[in-house]
Structure formats: structure tokens, C-alpha cells
């Protein structure tokens, strides 16, 4: 069935596993490029960056005529898959799919600003830039904090579950 041949794949190549999770060793188009100053123009590069992989990996399988379905940013991706190749979709299922709405006018600028003050906004800025919640959470690993995170997150996160009680 589809659905064995797409865990094998996703398993054996982590095709669509490492994509833009700070650990893609791959070099694409997109490896090293400055995102484009224009906003349109930057939100057509992110998007494309993920629906390349996505549609290399729809090839491998062979898909020509498929139910997609998107949660969270996938929900949003899996929308503008949909919109660029519509031929290929069977069904699109979005759960609880997330939007971007524009920024405020002169949102970087204040930002920059505040920032010149605060060192916390400048550590969060430099985070968001150069790394991952993913890649955060394994590097906070060897400082021995990375079990305790994780487990402090998920444990109130779902503590209405009573995980491991």
C-alpha cells in the first residue's frame, strides 16, 4: 500500500524530516542565499523551499492523484501545494492550519530600535536567526537541561493526559 512505501521513505531518506530543521547537510538552490529584500518575493522563496522537496519526493512515489493533508505550517504549505499543481489533489484536509499575517508598517525598524536596548530582544533576534526550536532543544543537551526541557514543556503541555503518573 501507499501509505508503507511513504513511512519507508520517509525513514530511509528523511526527505522531508531534515527540510529547514537546521540539519539539512544537502545543498539545494536555496543553501546560503540571502533571503530576497522584496517581502512578496522572500514568502515565494520560503514557500518554494519546502514545496521543491515536497514535489521531488511526490515523483519518487509516483503519486498522481493524492488526498494532502496539512497541520500547522504543513496546513498552510499543504494549501499552497494545492493552489500550484490543483490537478494533483484528490481531497486537502487542513488542520488547524496557521496564517502570516503582514507586518506592521515600520515593524522592523521599531523592532531594531528596541532591540539596541534590551539584550534579551537582541538574544531572541539572534536565536531566531541562526538556529531552530529543534536545533536549541538538542543543543541544550550538553548544558544537561535538554531531558529536563523537554520533559517540563510536554509534562504541562499535556498534563490533563497525566503522562507517566
Known amino acids: 500500500p501507499k501509505s508503507a512505501i511513504v513511512d519507508k ?22 543553501s546560503g542565499k540571502a533571503p530576497s529584500k522584496d517581502e512578496t518575493a522572500a514568502v515565494h522563496e520560503g514557500e518554494n523551499f519546502f514545496l521543491d ?16 493533508i496539512g497541520h500547522s505550517l504543513g496546513g498552510y504549505l499543504a494549501s499552497a501545494y494545492a493552489l500550484s499543481r490543483p490537478e ?4 486537502l484536509i487542513l488542520l488547524s492550519p496557521v496564517g502570516v499575517p503582514p507586518m506592521p508598517p515600520n515593524f522592523q525598524e521599531n523592532f531594531a530600535e528596541k532591540a539596541k536596548e534590551n539584550w534579551k530582544l537582541r538574544t531572541a533576534k539572534w536565536l531566531w536567526e541562526t538556529s531552530t ?6 543543543n541544550a543537551g550538553w548544558l544537561g537541561i535538554g531531558r529536563w526541557l523537554t520533559s517540563k514543556v510536554i ?10 503518573k
Not at 57 to 66: A, D, M, P, V
Open 133 to 138: 526550536p529543534q536545533q536549541l532543544l538538542r
Open 53 to 68: 522537496a515536497f514535489e521531488i519526493w511526490r515523483q519518487k512515489l509516483g503519486l498522481e492523484k493524492f488526498i494532502l
Open 88 to 91: 494533483l489533489i484528490q481531497r
Open 9 to 30: 521513505m520517509l525513514v530511509e531518506e528523511n526527505n522531508l524530516e531534515k527540510s529547514g530543521a537546521g540539519t539539512d547537510k544537502k545543498k539545494n538552490k536555496y
Open 155 to 164: 509534562g504541562t503541555r499535556f498534563q490533563h493526559l497525566n503522562l507517566g
